[in-house]
């Protein structure tokens, strides 16, 4: 893979997190990144079943939300570690995840205010927890 062989691989409830072996490029980081929201993207797109891909699109959105230790988090990171440098790029990321777990347990707790689900202010929750747990090391 470029230069980078897979040291681990751990599959989770949460997803699979991968660690390779070598250095990679910031363009590299990004590609890998998004390589997992298209394939739910795509198995959405190409499926009759309807919660099969509801299942995948809303999985895709949510791994693309810009909170570090999501794939769109990542990538974004990638993107303003290529531009701006890793310093500069860590604390904008730090704020971006504060701010978009907020807003998802803010708006999970509307939903839930107006009588919905309770799901989305369960994610809300867990992101801001995992958000925060970062901003503290």
């Known amino acids: 893979m470029l230069g980078a ?4 691989l751990t599959l989770s409830w949460f997803g699979a997190k991968l660690t390779l072996r070598g250095t990679t490029n910031y363009l590299f980081d990004i590609l890998l990144c998004l390589s997992g929201p ?15 891909a509801g299942s995948n699109f809303l ?10 230790g999501l794939d ?5 990171y990638a993107v ?5 440098g890793p310093l500069l790029a ?6 971006c995840s504060v701010m978009w ?19 989305l202010l369960v994610v809300g929750l867990w992101l801001l927890s995992v958000t925060l747990g970062k901003a503290e090391k």
């Open 38 to 52: 298209a394939i739910n993207f795509l198995l959405a797109f190409r499926t009759d079943d309807a919660l099969f």
């Open 59 to 68: 999985l895709a959105v949510l791994n693309l939300m810009p909170i570090r």
């Open 5 to 8: 062989g897979i040291q681990t």
């Open 90 to 95: 860590e604390k904008v990321c730090l704020i």
């Open 101 to 119: 777990a907020l807003a998802t347990t803010i708006g999970g707790g509307m939903v839930l205010f107006v009588g919905g689900a309770p799901w």
């Open 72 to 76: 769109g988090g990542n990538a974004f």
């Open 80 to 84: 303003l570690a290529w531009a701006t």
